[in-house]
């Protein structure tokens, strides 16, 4: 038999195929996975034909009520879903949701041992760490979002202090809390008495969380900072399909396929991803693309996990989908609750939900209401779209959707 031709082949991300049970079941064969990405896709489904068509700030009702609990009901399948409580729009009406109120709480609780690079939930200005010195600032962020928490009694001011007990050898934990200070006297969420022991606590307080400092400016660095403040200045993103980030573009990318076709080497494979692929970008935004050797990827590794699942492959070998379906199985066979499985989902999130869309796309594309009347709480970085109920209503929906691996 003589060679096959080798022609391109272009596979849509492996998210994608985990959002859709009759595509998954043909790329798979494994009918337990399939009732599994079933049932996601149910919920997800709940989700966003809910959240993306409400129209106000204030949430009730019975939609809005199996909305947030089919949020919730993912974020307590296992320790890595609870990450999407950090998303969770907060400011739906509580009263009567007991179901919705105890599941939150316990799907935050478990965020509590959970470090984020800080500046990851604000503009994205992370410093190659061979271009600086120091180390990243981090933070527990769940704990940034206790003024909303505390404020609708979902923790209450007794917990607040018992946490702080429970967490007194951890430094970082309290330096979180105090950050919220100038929050809790603003909104008035905490009681005088209360007010006053945790500003009586924060005096007694000898901690600086380490920082970063930049050495020199990289290359990449001041394309970054040119890229910034271009968007300011101009406001240039489209948006299209924000919540359902590849399959919608693939017509308009053919050009961009063909050309990391003529490219690959033998035994490679073209990796594209980037804002314009995920349905936001500036009109002179590129595409990112990444050129692997087949066996790079063929291994269980969190820090690719963005590369692997979130892109679109374009090869010239005809059993690709077979092979990269080969892969992703090493992944799936990974324990629920391993360090391994939360790493890659929190590579995906980061991927989706804060790289680009939460520092640049959506603010420069919908503004940030929310952001401008939090923006002088700098302790929070309260000028983030993390805070803006409509990027958390679109980081709700993606999470849902593609934040996954069965």
Known sequence: MGDRKMTKVVLMPLIETFSDPVEFARVFKNHAATEQVSARAASAKLIEDYFANVSDYMQEGQEAHDAYLALVDIASQNDANAR?????????????????????????LKLLDYLDVRECFNLGDVYEREASEGDYEYVIKCLHLLPWLIEEEIVSPEQLFMLLDAHENQPIFASCVYDCLEVF??????????????????????????KQILKHCTAARKDWREEYLRSIDETPVTLRNITSPFKPNLMAMSDVFEAVSQQLEPGQVALVGGSRVKGYSSDNSDYDIWYFQLEELDHVDPALAH???????????PDIEAKRAAIAEKYMALPKDSEQYRDCLIRIESDLLQFRLMHKG???AYGSDLSKSLQKYKDIDGGSAFYDVRYRRVASILYSKYVYIP
């Open 84 to 108: 999407l409580a950090l998303y969770m729009p907060l400011n739906f009406v509580y009263g009567g949701w007991d179901d919705v109120n105890k599941a939150y709480q316990q799907a935050w």
């Open 185 to 210: 006297e603003d909104w008035g969420c905490l009681s005088e008495k209360d007010l006053l022991e945790l500003k009586s606590r924060y005096m007694r307080f000898d901690y600086q969380r380490p």
């Open 307 to 317: 590369y692997i699942f979130d892109t679109f492959w374009v090869s010239k070998d």
């Open 362 to 364: 959506f603010p420069y």
